[in-house]
């Protein structure tokens, strides 16, 4: 009885092995039948934006949202459209966000000049900090001349060895008396 449970079990195990791959498999990528049809469907579809990745383009996308805009645009091509009116449609539709490469227009401006204004921001406010620190390295006051002469003294001070230092330290005196 063992021995024809290992072999139903086994039997069973081969059946996933061999089948498995099936219940993964997709539909092919449904295709227009002319080349140059083609060729611009996958160039309108390089110039619209996936609404769900939004950084990738219809074509580069895998999302549900992008395969169906990518099938309009194919069934747009096939029905005769142009280019510029499949475009016009989406944008009507999704607003210039759908296009991956935005018009410059009043509504796209803050887009296509926000990354220099950010730039000459960042490049005031290292010019007024490094002026700052300019004037401030300059505005240091000159010592008095009280303030210099102690200071000589100070560092006068320091740089004479302990035992020659007047007074010098408690442990010096007593090593001395010792020798």
Known sequence: MTSLRLLSVGIIMLCLLVFAPLALAKEAEYMVEDPEMEKTVNAISEELRCLVCQNQTISDSNAPLAVDLKNQVREMVESG???????????????????????????????????????????????????????????????????????????????????????????????????
């Open 81 to 179: 459209q142009s280019q510029s009116d499949i475009i016009d449609y989406m944008v009507q539709r999704y607003g210039d966000f759908v296009r991956y490469r935005p018009p410059m227009n009043a509504s796209t401006l803050l887009l296509w000049v926000g990354p220099f204004l950010l730039l000459l921001i960042g490049v005031a406010v290292l010019v007024i900090n490094l002026r700052k620190r300019t004037a401030m390295a300059k505005n240091t006051e000159d010592l008095s001349v009280e303030e210099n002469e102690r200071l000589q003294h100070l560092l006068a001070a320091e740089s004479l060895p302990q035992a020659a230092k007047p007074g010098g330290s408690p442990s010096q005196k007593a090593g001395e008396e010792k020798l």
